[in-house]
């Protein structure tokens, strides 16, 4: 059973930092690109980053650029999310996902709160 597993998340001041995680079992970690959407409250998805299977190339949306690093270890089959400089535009949950064989996986989320 393909599973994702997101942490990380919780309350920051504007200006800190965050570190997500999303824990995948049930499949070949390193054989598939990995991905990180959000949703803000009232809200559709907004996908913020991409990061390839083999190079490990990443990609952005223009939103989260110079300021949120996406990386995975397949030796722990995680992938994560370093988010710095926090805005309280950020204010979303945050999920995993994945694409295997046509479907589409994600986590149940992990909470991210900007605010002073």
């Known amino acids: 059973e393909v599973q994702l597993v997101e942490s990380g998340g919780g309350m920051v001041q504007p200006g800190g930092s965050l570190r997500l995680s999303c824990a995948a079992s049930g499949f070949t970690f390193s054989l598939y690109d990995m991905s990180w959407v959000r949703q803000a409250p009232g809200k559709g998805p907004e996908w913020i980053s991409h990061?390839?299977?083999?190079?490990?190339?990443?990609v952005y949306a223009d939103s989260v650029k110079g300021r949120f690093t996406i990386s995975r270890d397949n030796t722990k089959n995680t992938m994560y999310l370093q988010m710095n400089s926090l805005k309280p535009e950020d204010t979303a949950v945050y999920y995993c996902n994945t694409v295997l064989l046509g479907a589409a996986y994600w986590g149940q989320g992990t909470q991210v709160t900007v605010s002073s």
């Open positions: 990061i390839n299977r083999g190079d490990s190339s990443t």
